[in-house]
């Protein structure tokens, strides 16, 4: 690391260690944050979309419907931010046929994230955000994939830094403070930053509670992973988010450059209002598309719910499909509670009414995708110019 690059004390101080190389230490959260016209607006603005958006997944019929394919969608492309390959389509399928996913598949990866959110999601009336669960969320998010011998749920022991592919310690962009004692002061002022209550605008506290985690950079491996999981558990922790609806990382994974720069320049120039305006912008645009998006989906149902009339068996199935667009006669029968044939039958009303079409072309082990329900998940947004 170059401590040349770092042109401002603001955000910490560039220190060289013992063993001859640079760090960076954050210093203590809050800074000073200068709530400018345009940062205010931005607030205003991420505030009422999130409300919105709240509020849906607080009034849904059934909740699942969304939450499920929403949760599958922030768990591919969180994870893609990482590298892997896997699309949602891969996951999906692997929950339904998991013998079809090869050992060593992105796709465990992207398992183990949605596994994560979940067990996160049950832990928060028990445990508060803080080292013990970001550490149970870890273990459960490296285990059994690339990356589990760097020691899942534990916080890392020696340095870690990040960079282009072959960096050092020496060529790094930036290299987060030692393990012993920085590394563990820095955490300890985190989670009590994460905890405290009624200082400052709970979307400004999201997005430094973000940004410091990536700083510290606790772990030898899966800091991005976890860092963006915990803005979805802060906000529900909160109450700002009553369903875990809002997916930061599809928008994080189109502006990658931005995102990363906006991090790296908190670092070398103390550049608050930059990280801010990008966060809040991230949340107001996700946080509007997904409303529509959610809209899109619930009129998509009503229309397939009028066209299948009083078959109810079609419509539960209906309703699973939302879930999981991919579906089998043995998964029908499980969700159904009935025989094959009658699952057969039930299938193929939902391929009268154009909802349901064969995926494999196969005589055996066939799938059925319901592709306009994948459609409407899939569906990205254009994102605005930042």
Not at 238 to 266: D, F, N, V
Request: aromatic residues 8%.
């Amino acid at each position: 690391m170059d401590p040349r690059s770092f042109v401002t004390d603001r955000a910490g101080d560039v220190r060289k260690t013992a063993t001859g190389y640079w760090t960076f230490v954050p210093r203590r959260l809050p800074p000073e944050v200068e709530y400018t016209p345009r940062l205010t607006l931005l607030l205003s603005q991420a505030d009422a979309a999130l409300s919105e958006l709240s509020g849906l997944g607080r009034y849904l019929p059934n909740p699942d419907l969304l939450i499920a394919p929403y949760v599958k969608r922030e768990a591919v492309a969180s994870s893609r931010i990482e590298g892997t390959q896997a699309d949602l389509s891969d996951l999906l399928m692997d929950e339904i046929e998991p013998k079809r996913t090869p050992a060593g598949s992105d796709v465990l990866e992207v398992r183990n994230y949605v596994a994560a959110l979940n067990r996160g999601l049950r832990q928060l009336d028990k445990l508060p955000l803080a080292g013990r669960l970001v550490r149970d969320l870890h273990k459960v998010l490296m285990q059994g994939v690339r990356g589990q011998e760097r020691t899942p749920g534990e916080f890392r022991r020696s340095p870690n830094w990040i960079g282009p592919p072959g960096s050092t310690l020496t060529t790094a962009t930036y290299v987060p403070p030692p393990p012993d004692p920085e590394m563990h002061e820095c955490l300890k002022h985190w989670e009590v930053f994460v905890n405290q209550r009624g200082t400052m605008p709970e979307l400004v506290q999201c997005a430094l509670i973000h940004e410091h985690f990536e700083a510290i950079h606790p772990f030898l491996d899966g800091n991005g992973r976890i860092g963006r999981l915990l803005i979805t558990l802060f906000l529900i922790e909160r109450g700002r988010l009553s369903k875990p609806l809002l997916y930061l990382s599809s928008y994080i994974e189109q502006t990658k450059a931005a995102y990363y720069g906006a991090l790296q320049r908190i670092r070398t120039h103390g550049d608050w209002p930059a990280w801010l305006q990008y966060f809040l912008t991230a949340v107001r645009d996700t946080g509007r598309s997904a409303i529509e998006q959610s809209q899109s989906i619930l009129r998509l149902r009503d229309d397939f719910r009028g066209k299948l009339g009083k078959q109810h068996r079609a419509l539960t199935l209906l309703d699973e499909l939302f879930i999981n667009p991919y579906t089998t006669v043995a998964r029908a029968c499980e969700r159904l509670g009935v025989t094959a044939p009658t699952a057969q039958k039930t299938i193929a009303a939902l391929e009268n009414v154009g909802m349901l079409s064969e995926a494999t072309g196969a005589k055996w082990g066939r799938v059925w995708l319901a592709r306009p329900i994948l459609k409407a998940v899939e569906a990205t947004p254009p994102i605005a110019d930042l």
